[in-house]
């Protein structure tokens, strides 16, 4: 999550002179957003210089210093991330506030190649995910490093949109603790090793520290929730889903993915789960519950008019549908057995449980959210699911979205046109049979 800390930009109130030979000197900008970008080049001149030479650089900022005073802010103190593709990249060492300094840089340069139009939405889900992916292998080599014990095979399994690579910068990572109890180990100190390495894992990435937080990691879809231990052995994961879990909990497994740890365990977890999420028939109190759950969700007292998540046709609606449709199908077709939802929905496709049609609806109200989304965090340095009603701040956004003719009310019509198709599918192939 991008601006962990206070925000720099508050302390420069001042006017700021962009020098008269950087190359896009009279580039049209708001006043704030003139402002930030002069505060930009004047704190940070090594970035100034750069500009001169590399004009997509320069357009980059400015469009940065329009668009979002979240990242403004880390500009402020921190040189800009490279926007070419990068090498496989880790944090250089294992100090908590090293891992934060190397989130925030790779979410910065997702964000900026987001903003100039280099990076579609799958792809910044993706890039958000692979550093979500690096920021957990250094927590857990930092809990490993500072909680000593047996050597027991130990797996972080991602969930949730960073388990189906769809991550957005709002997100908390959903997260799952797995252990194994070697031969010859004593199955308490591993269970009580593993819980420490868990909870380790935790505090590397969300502890405050003089860096901020990395992540906020929610650890609440493992077996009984708050209730259970932060760790369970593959064993223990058997038998409580043989006996215990509920619909909901294998519906959230579909997004269940090996990020970090052993990887052997890793798969074997994938592997065990499999069977739970994809019967051989899906039977039909389980289609029901996970109905009654999402009309549940409808119905909790909010103002859904213009909301990317749980309006209608947003991406609870996508969500839903798509998974429903992957355990109903995914017993007797391996190939929907995928963590992500635009994948799963062109699996679908090819598989003819759904028209491209269908599927081009589905997709395009899920990227046309989760876009608006991000670039509505970016904007407003924090979450929030609900197109402003604020006339500057919707207009604001459209322009940033690209839209340049009546941007709000454009925007607005483009929401009601894309997610009213996606509704209508969900109401006869969600609440309906196809």
Request: proline content about 7%.
């Amino acid at each position: 999550m991008i601006s962990r800390r206070h925000s720099t930009e508050r302390r420069y109130r001042r006017p700021v002179e962009i020098p008269s030979d950087w190359p896009l000197h009279g580039a049209h900008l708001a006043p704030d957003g003139l402002e930030r970008l002069g505060t930009i080049l004047e704190m940070n001149p090594d970035l100034a210089a750069m500009t001169r030479e590399d004009p997509l650089l320069a357009r980059g900022i400015v469009v940065v210093a329009h668009a979002s005073r979240a990242i403004t802010s880390f500009l402020m103190e921190h040189p800009i991330p490279s926007l070419e593709e990068p090498p496989v990249a880790e944090p250089e060492d294992l100090d908590p506030n090293a891992l934060r300094r190397f989130v925030e840089g790779r979410l910065v340069r997702t964000a900026v190649r987001d903003l100039l139009g280099m990076a579609d939405m799958p792809t910044v889900g993706r890039e958000l995910a692979d550093t979500a992916d690096a920021a957990a292998a250094a927590a857990l080599a930092i809990a490993t490093a500072t909680n000593p014990g047996p050597d027991i095979p130990f797996s972080v399994v991602a969930m949730g949109k960073w388990g189906a690579q769809e991550l957005n910068y709002a997100s908390d990572i959903d997260v799952l603790f797995v252990y194994d109890t070697p031969d010859g180990t004593d199955p308490d100190t591993a269970r009580r090793h593993a819980n420490h390495l868990a909870a380790g894992f935790i505090a590397a990435l969300a502890d405050v520290t003089t860096e901020g937080i990395a992540y906020r990691v929610d650890a609440d879809l493992r077996p009984e929730g708050r209730n259970g231990p932060l760790a369970r052995s593959i064993d223990s994961y058997a038998a409580y889903y043989e006996r215990w879990a509920h619909t909901w909990e294998y519906q959230s497994l579909i997004k269940a993915r090996p990020a970090a740890g052993d990887p052997t365990l890793g798969r074997t977890f994938t592997t065990l789960i499999t069977p739970y999420i994809y019967p051989d028939t899906l039977p039909p109190d389980a289609i029901r519950d996970i109905r009654t759950m999402k009309a549940r969700i409808e119905h909790q007292p909010r103002d859904t008019t213009f909301h990317l998540k749980h309006g209608p046709g947003g991406l609870s609606d996508v969500e839903f549908f798509t998974q429903l449709l992957q355990m109903r199908h995914g017993g007797s077709d391996a190939s929907l057995r995928v963590q992500g939802t635009i994948a799963a929905l062109t699996r679908l496709t090819d598989a003819g449980t759904l028209t491209g049609k269908q599927a081009r609806d589905m997709i395009d109200a899920y990227r046309f959210c989760a876009h608006v989304r991000n670039r509505l965090f970016l904007q407003l340095g924090r979450p929030t699911d609900n197109i402003p009603i604020d006339a500057l701040q919707g207009a604001r956004l459209a322009r940033s979205l690209g839209y340049q003719a009546s941007p709000r009310s454009t925007l607005r019509e483009d929401y009601r046109r894309i997610t009213r198709r996606a509704r209508r599918l969900v109401e006869t192939g969600f609440y309906h049979d196809l």
